[in-house]
């Protein structure tokens, strides 16, 4: 590092569900930590992505869609996400430009009025409209907020996120490099891992299998070979949703974990022997120690 003033900061992206947040991540972080789905609620935890530059280092929150809570780990992400607000440098309030306005942006709005950090309102997905509506949802948003600054992006294609991230590194205080310059997340490979394999599970699945999805990963060991064996629990609500995700004779689990293996050999930059079983815990979104035993701690967000 060189004696140029260096800067860093922290910057929650938040939004209503299925906005982008988790495509925006992977593309300013240049590989996948976070999953995407074209369902609501993907993510369920805060993933931290670290992108480091010649004189800057900003450490994006995406944090899960606010939304009305469902069941207690609805509870928990919606927590998790409202948590992060006061403990940023700054503010993504992420849109979708297709959706525009609704309830869950004013229920969002609402609570930005309490936090005294810098809102930048980042308008995705405007490859998909026409540019007359995008001039329209900026009047629209301008009148609910004083937002520091209002950005169109295409988080997909690209558009306009260089200037997004120029505009960020500008505003950011002086400050250390958290992270070493080559770290991308601060979440251990076993959590990229699970997220991984759950993000193929909802691909796959689609509507026929809600988000009663967990994955726990029991080992990871590197075998004599050099191969990596990764052993894990797809976790389900019903007996019903095991055997839509095993298929007919283990057709789509097979799928699953082929598609999973070819992810995770890229991570770990090492061939790997996946192993999938599917386990049934009734209603375990509702109890607490299965919330808990699965990574989700809802203690800590009361």
């Known amino acids: 590092m060189t004696n140029k003033e260096f800067k860093s900061g922290f910057i929650t992206i938040i939004g209503r569900p299925n906005v982008g947040?988790?495509?925006f991540l992977n593309r300013v972080i240049g590989q996948k930590i976070a999953i995407m789905s074209d369902k609501a609620q993907t993510t369920r935890n805060t993933i931290q992505g670290v992108l480091t530059t010649e004189d800057a280092q900003i450490v994006f929150i995406d944090t899960p869609g606010i939304h009305k809570p469902k069941h207690r780990l609805g509870d928990f992400m919606v927590k998790l996400a409202e948590n992060t607000l006061n403990e940023v440098d700054a503010i993504l309030f992420m849109i979708n430009a297709e959706e525009g306005f609704g309830r869950g942006d004013q229920y969002i709005i609402d609570r930005?009025?309490?936090?005294?950090?810098?809102?930048?309102?980042?308008?995705?997905?405007?490859?998909r409209i026409h540019p007359d509506k995008l001039f329209q949802l900026i009047t629209e948003y301008k009148d609910k907020f004083d937002f520091k600054e209002i950005i169109p992006i295409s988080a997909l294609?690209?558009?306009?996120?260089?200037?997004?991230?120029e505009v960020l590194t500008d505003q950011l205080p002086e400050g250390p490099q958290y992270y070493p310059k080559d770290q991308v997340t601060?979440?251990?490979?076993?959590?990229?891992?699970?997220?991984?394999?759950?993000?193929?599970?909802?691909?796959?699945t689609r509507e026929e299998v809600p988000h009663s999805i967990a994955v726990v990963i029991e080992k990871i060991e590197k075998n004599p070979d050099e191969k990596v064996l990764v052993q894990a629990n797809i976790i389900v609500e019903r007996s019903t949703q095991k055997g839509i995700i095993i298929g007919k004779q283990g057709s789509m689990l097979k799928k699953i974990g082929h598609q999973a293996r070819r992810d995770i050999e890229r991570l770990l930059g090492?061939?790997?022997y996946l192993e999938l079983w599917v386990k049934v815990k009734k209603d375990w979104r509702n109890q607490e120690r299965y919330l808990s035993e699965f990574g989700f701690n809802p203690d800590d967000y009361r």
């Open 112 to 127: 930005l009025e309490r936090v005294k950090k810098p809102v930048y309102l980042i308008i995705n997905k405007i490859d």
């Open 270 to 272: 090492n061939k790997v």
């Open 157 to 165: 294609e690209g558009n306009n996120v260089t200037h997004l991230l």
């Open 21 to 23: 947040k988790s495509t």
């Open 186 to 204: 601060d979440h251990p490979e076993r959590f990229i891992i699970s997220e991984l394999i759950r993000e193929k599970v909802l691909h796959h």
